[in-house]
Each structure stands twice: as structure tokens, then as C-alpha cells.
């Protein structure tokens, strides 16, 4: 079964808006990752966020982490049209070491 | 290697045969992940594997589907008498686990059309 649930499922933007995505997971993590895949095909890691840690920055990347709600946001800030892709959330939760992924989010950025 | 290799990297079968699907992780990597992605939706956790531990075969559909693996080294998933529902890309994932997690590193994916 899928751990983590994106939201919204497709989002269309501008190139140089701000596109912000959002996560829900159900179990105690350890952490929380974001992925990217283009074309469906392998997925490349973005950005890790621990469960001690609220607020997490890579570049053009912003991550937030709430632990009460179960809850993440990937924001991505002044986007290209280089970054349409699907993204991705997987958590690594405490009891286990497998890791389940979200069914993404279909993010396009116009040009 | 430098990566997680994957393949065939494309394959079509008749309905009903039997297909094998391989990953070669990172060497080094004791945690090998496999999942199952239909077109246009997420990731299907398939199977887990760690180190010399009995595999996570809790995502595996039906007993059509297996999977081995020797050791700390390649993977098989083997889908037997395929139907054209298990038409996905099928994805490999392999990492070094930690206390802190760590990345986990996806081949390319092999594309399985059942016809």
C-alpha cells in the first residue's frame, strides 16, 4: 500500500511562478523525501528532510515538515519550464526500512 | 557499477508468457527496493530486500510474481503466465541504509507491454 498521498495531483503554472506541492503520510517517520521522474522513468532524489527538522532549503527548493499533521510541502520557487515533471514524496517510516512512495503530483510549467 | 542498471530496458510479450526482469544495484547497497508504476499513476511498492533478511514481499499482486536475490547483488523479478494488466514500468531501486536514511538510487526502469 502507498504511505504518502500528493496533492494536488496536477498543476498547471507559469514559467516564473511559484508552484507549491503538498503530502500526507500515515505512519512515524524517521524522514521524508522528495523525488522527481521525467518521462516515466527513474526518479531522482531532491531533497531529504529529517523528523526533527520544520523547514529545509536546496536551491530553488523549499521543503516544510509538520509531524503533527503528517504533513510536507515541496515549494518550488521562479519556475522553468525545465521542471515540469511528476514529483514525488516517499517517507521512511520508524518501524521498517522499505520506503513507499505517494502517487506524485503532474506539475507543468509553461513557457 | 556507477548506477542501478536495469533491463531489458524495453519488453513486449504475448499473454501468458512467463518474463524475467533484472536489476543490478550499487555495489555496496544492502537494500534493494522493487516497484511497479502503471502509465500516468505512482509508484506500487512491490518487494524489499535487506541484506541476508527475509524479503518484504508484502506489495507482490499474486503469486505470479517472484522475486530472488544472491546476497548483497543483482535481483530478479520474475512475472509468470503474464496479462496485460501487469503492463507498467517496473523500477529498481537500491540504497545504503543508515540510522538517518539515505538516498535511495533508481535505474531507469524496464517498460513491460503484455500484448
Known amino acids: 500500500s502507498q504511505q504518502g498521498e500528493e496533492d494536488p495531483q496536477a498543476l498547471s503554472i507559469q514559467e516564473g511562478e511559484n508552484a507549491t506541492m503538498n503530502c500526507s503520510y500515515k505512519t512515524s517517520i524517521n524522514n521524508l523525501q522528495w523525488y522527481r521522474q521525467n518521462s516515466g522513468r527513474g526518479l531522482v532524489h531532491l531533497i531529504l528532510?529529517?523528523?526533527?527538522?520544520r523547514e529545509k532549503h536546496s536551491g530553488r527548493l523549499r521543503v516544510t515538515l509538520d509531524t503533527s499533521k503528517k504533513s510536507s510541502s515541496l515549494l518550488i520557487t521562479a519556475s522553468r519550464a525545465a521542471d515540469t515533471a511528476s514529483y514525488f514524496c516517499?517517507?521512511?517510516?520508524?518501524?521498517?526500512?522499505?520506503?513507499?512512495f505517494g502517487a506524485g503530483t503532474r506539475l507543468t510549467v509553461k513557457p | 557499477g556507477a548506477g542501478v542498471s536495469q533491463s531489458p530496458s524495453n519488453k513486449v510479450t504475448e499473454k501468458g508468457k512467463d518474463v524475467e526482469l533484472r536489476c543490478d544495484p550499487i555495489?555496496?547497497?544492502?537494500?534493494l527496493y522493487w516497484y511497479r508504476q502503471r502509465l500516468g499513476q505512482g509508484l506500487e511498492f512491490l518487494i524489499y530486500?535487506?541484506?541476508?533478511?527475509?524479503?518484504?514481499k508484502s506489495g507482490l499482486p499474486s503469486d505470479r510474481f517472484s522475486a530472488e536475490r544472491t546476497g548483497e547483488s543483482v535481483s530478479t523479478l520474475t512475472i509468470q503466465r503474464t496479462q496485460q494488466e501487469d503492463s507498467a514500468v517496473y523500477l529498481c531501486?537500491?540504497?545504503?541504509?543508515?540510522?538517518?536514511?539515505?538516498?535511495?538510487?533508481f535505474g531507469e526502469g524496464s517498460w513491460l507491454t503484455v500484448v
Open positions: 516517499a517517507t521512511d517510516a520508524r518501524n521498517n526500512n522499505d520506503m513507499r
Open positions: 555495489s555496496g547497497h544492502t537494500a
Open positions: 531501486a537500491s540504497r545504503y541504509p543508515g540510522a538517518d536514511g539515505n538516498t535511495i538510487y
Open positions: 528532510i529529517r523528523s526533527n527538522e
Open positions: 530486500f535487506q541484506g541476508n533478511s527475509a524479503p518484504d
